[in-house]
């Protein structure tokens, strides 16, 4: 017996849904290989913008001691293992401890996309959802991270401004009144905004509510765990050590003359000064530390070679294999 007509000579069957299958596949897979290869054009179109940079960081850096700059690069390392230490530490949720150490060293190349930190927070983000951690959650220990790293600088720039008589350079660097006070008429007129916006707008107070609540939380769960409390601010209090003695080996190879206290003191003062300040890379930071150096007694050159090369040591040389790992953690499907 034949089966019934359906009123048009297409056969019988998912047909037209088995013709969309490849077609889906193919976009999905197309989307994919976009993903894996956008780091990569990212860090090559940046290398080629920054080409004068790359050019005088390199020739000065020939010259330099390199055992110095091995020393340099084991500290650049460990500063990854310090962040990591710091996810971990935010985080009541245990994560695989290689995977978080890749997604730290993939998300120091993804800042070069987005300023102030926020390349390495969406790496991390979407790294943290992969693993199964609740949304809230996830961008709770974000904030508790923020915090924590910049809750320890602060303290060990206090500490170091107690120990050392050195502090006073620093006050050719301290901005007059006059730019203090839009400086704070601006801060001010944009918390009164925020204040206002989560008052009166119930949409917005909602989430971010619930978002509080949520990381107050977890913190208060972090601190009950004594494992987590040592990898939060144990791991916070190392990032600045480690990040100013990648600096004092970079200025001993090239012959900046400052003791490591100093040099430590001037990467502190300068990040906090304007570590705030939303420039991709890290570029305003770089212009304060050349100043501070100069402040402590070096020469404007050796100033400059030194920021230089600490830039390239800690950014730009781990900036290849930092995109490369990106795309391979999104061609696994881990991010």
């Not at 894996?36 to 000065?60: K, S, T």
Request: glycine share 12%; with cysteine; aromatic share 6%.
């Amino acid at each position: 017996m034949d089966p019934p007509s359906t009123g048009s000579g297409d056969p019988p069957g998912p047909g037209p849904v088995a013709a969309a299958r490849p077609g889906s596949l193919m976009s999905s897979r197309h989307l994919r290989l976009a993903l894996c290869l956008a780091p990569l054009l990212l860090a090559a179109g940046w290398a080629v913008a920054n080409r004068p940079v790359m050019y005088e960081g390199v020739r000065r850096l020939v010259s330099a001691d390199p055992w110095w700059l091995l020393a340099g690069a084991g500290f650049t390392g460990l500063n990854c293992v310090a962040a990591a230490c710091v996810r971990q530490g935010a985080l009541p949720d245990r994560v695989p401890p290689g995977l978080l150490l890749a997604s730290q060293f993939a998300a120091g190349a993804a800042n070069h996309a987005l300023p102030g930190g926020l390349g390495a927070h969406a790496v991390t983000l979407r790294f943290l959802r992969g693993r199964g951690v609740p949304p809230a959650r996830a961008t709770a220990s974000i904030g508790l991270y923020s915090l924590a790293k910049s809750g320890a600088k602060t303290v060990v720039l206090l500490v170091f401004l107690a120990a050392s008589p050195a502090w006073r350079r620093l006050g050719d660097l301290v901005p007059d009144g006059q730019l203090l006070v839009p400086v704070a008429c601006v801060t001010g007129g944009v918390v009164a905004l925020v204040g206002v916006l989560l008052t009166l707008v119930r949409p917005l107070r909602r989430p971010v509510t619930g978002l509080l609540r949520s990381a107050l939380a977890d913190a208060r769960q972090v601190h009950t765990r004594p494992a987590r409390v040592c990898a939060l601010w144990g791991g916070a209090v190392a990032m600045p050590l480690v990040q100013g003695t990648t600096l004092a080996c970079v200025g001993a190879s090239l012959g900046l003359g400052l003791p490591w206290a100093h040099v430590v003191l001037a990467y502190l003062a300068a990040g906090t000064a304007v570590g705030a300040v939303p420039a991709p890379g890290g570029f305003a930071v770089d212009a304060a530390l050349v100043w501070t150096l100069i402040a402590f007694g070096s020469s404007p050159a050796v100033a400059t070679a030194t920021v230089i090369g600490y830039r390239m040591l800690t950014d730009w040389v781990p900036l290849l294999p930092g995109t490369l790992t990106l795309s391979a953690l999104i061609r696994a499907k881990v991010l």
